[in-house]
């Protein structure tokens, strides 16, 4: 059973082998607090942010950053005016989940939007234990101007009604006076993941058809099994529209970010609108004690002249898909075609100026 999960189950699958190699019962422990580096200068910090966090994203509203990653066991909201000292600041649990149910364990990926004048905690989960072949996601609610402040009404299962197969990791896309959702999943007939999009209704609810917009194709993508495109996120700027996801085995050093390019102007639903990068455009460096890196986000500097990545990274080769995956964030500019340009990732332990304005 541990070879099946592990050609059907992306991110998930060394999480549910090492689990069933313990013996464990139900769903993953707390992540393992490890210490890391102190920084005592104000005007600059270190990577790793945090020494265990898998699939960082950030929101941004009224000053605030509201950080959150994968906690496996319940949904938590970090809030800060410094993403520099994130460190410093304690998480808020704000959802646990029922014990039993369609969505009782196996908490992956939350991303928080605020839409329509409330707050959306989208996230991916499944039934308690190590069957991790019914993943899928869901939205909370929440009327609060702080997301960490407030009720969380659950929504329930966003889904494509003409298409309900595993799926995880989803955002949110605003193009053309439109709202739409993006998300990995399977395609009923194999075990590869792909990137799909369809329209909202409303922000729990999807309409007309499911479009794939990208599956494995290139040798850098294709390295595992399971073979993966996962972890999508947008970035607008200058008439482009950039959707920038992860691929290839999250358990394998070789995890990169790879990335789509549209118009802004175009219909998202139209595959043809989207162009594929033919190189991933971030990936490890074993000189600088990255590997693995991926599952990102993107947000401003708090004074808006600064453009940040945020993503997990392991900190030496070979550590797998699990808790060592660890919160690092660094600064991006552009290239003259109007093209993000990450650059290398950043070496762990060394100080980075603070985000402009903190």
Request: proline share 7%; glycine share 10%.
């Given at each position: 059973?541990?070879?099946?999960?592990?050609?059907?189950?992306?991110?998930?699958?060394?999480?549910?082998?090492?689990?069933?190699?313990?013996?464990?019962?139900?769903?993953?422990?707390?992540p393992?607090?490890?210490?890391?580096?102190?920084?005592?200068?104000?005007?600059?910090?270190?990577?790793?942010?945090?020494?265990?966090?898998a699939?960082?994203?950030?929101?941004?509203?009224?000053?605030y950053?509201?950080?959150?990653?994968?906690?496996?066991?319940?949904l938590?909201?970090?809030?800060?005016?410094?993403?520099?000292?994130?460190?410093?600041?304690?998480?808020?649990?704000?959802?646990?989940?029922?014990?039993?149910?369609?969505?009782?364990?196996?908490?992956?990926?939350?991303?928080?939007?605020?839409?329509?004048?409330?707050?959306?905690?989208?996230?991916?989960?499944?039934?308690?234990?190590?069957?991790?072949?019914?993943q899928?996601?869901?939205?909370?609610?929440?009327?609060?101007?702080?997301?960490?402040?407030?009720?969380?009404?659950?929504?329930?299962?966003?889904?494509?009604?003409?298409?309900?197969?595993?799926?995880?990791?989803?955002?949110?896309?605003?193009?053309?006076?439109?709202?739409?959702?993006?998300?990995?999943?399977?395609?009923?007939?194999?075990?590869?993941q792909?990137?799909?999009?369809?329209?909202?209704?409303n922000?729990?609810?999807?309409?007309?058809?499911?479009?794939?917009?990208?599956?494995?194709?290139?040798?850098?993508?294709?390295?595992?099994?399971?073979?993966?495109?996962?972890?999508?996120?947008?970035?607008?700027?200058?008439?482009?529209?950039?959707?920038?996801?992860?691929?290839?085995?999250?358990?394998?050093?070789?995890?990169?970010?790879?990335?789509?390019?549209?118009?802004?102007?175009?219909?998202?639903?139209?595959?043809?609108?989207?162009?594929?990068s033919?190189?991933?455009?971030?990936?490890?460096?074993?000189?600088?004690?990255?590997?693995?890196?991926?599952?990102?986000?993107?947000?401003?500097?708090?004074?808006?002249?600064?453009?940040?990545?945020?993503?997990?990274?392991?900190?030496?080769?070979?550590?797998?898909?699990?808790?060592?995956?660890n919160?690092?964030?660094?600064?991006?500019?552009?290239?003259?075609?109007?093209?993000?340009?990450?650059?290398?990732?950043?070496?762990?332990?060394?100080?980075?100026?603070?985000?402009?304005?903190?």
């Open positions: 059973m541990q070879q099946v999960w592990l050609v059907r189950l992306g991110k998930a699958a060394l999480m549910a082998g090492l689990v069933s190699a313990a013996g464990a019962c139900q769903e993953k422990s707390d393992v607090v490890i210490v890391p580096p102190t920084t005592a200068s104000t005007t600059t910090f270190q990577n790793p942010l945090q020494a265990s966090g699939d960082p994203f950030v929101a941004q509203k009224d000053g950053y509201y950080y959150l990653h994968t906690t496996y066991n319940d938590r909201i970090w809030k800060t005016a410094k993403m520099s000292r994130l460190r410093a600041t304690a998480g808020k649990v704000v959802w646990t989940p029922p014990a039993q149910g369609a969505a009782s364990g196996n908490l992956w990926a939350p991303e928080l939007f605020f839409l329509d004048g409330k707050w959306y905690l989208y996230y991916s989960a499944g039934p308690a234990g190590t069957d991790l072949g019914r899928r996601t869901w939205v909370l609610e929440n009327a609060s101007a702080d997301p960490t402040q407030g009720t969380w009404i659950d929504r329930g299962r966003i889904f494509s009604p003409v298409a309900d197969y595993w799926a995880i990791d989803g955002t949110v896309l605003e193009q053309n006076g439109n709202r739409y959702f993006i998300w990995s999943g399977h395609n009923g007939i194999d075990a590869i792909r990137l799909y999009i369809s329209r909202m209704s922000p729990w609810t999807l309409t007309g058809p499911r479009v794939e917009l990208s599956h494995p194709e290139h040798a850098w993508e294709n390295v595992g099994p399971p073979y993966v495109n996962e972890g999508p996120e947008i970035l607008q700027r200058n008439g482009k529209t950039f959707l920038v996801y992860s691929a290839s085995y999250c358990g394998t050093d070789q995890y990169v970010l790879g990335m789509l390019t549209a118009s802004d102007t175009a219909d998202p639903l139209n595959p043809a609108s989207w162009t594929k033919p190189q991933p455009v971030f990936g490890q460096s074993p000189a600088n004690r990255a590997y693995a890196t991926g599952h990102n986000s993107f947000f401003k500097s708090v004074d808006g002249q600064e453009d940040w990545l945020i993503y997990h990274a392991n900190s030496n080769a070979n550590e797998g898909c699990f808790d060592k995956r919160t690092r964030m660094q600064k991006f500019g552009w290239n003259p075609d109007g093209t993000p340009n990450f650059g290398v990732p950043v070496a762990i332990n060394t100080n980075i100026l603070n985000p402009s304005g903190e």
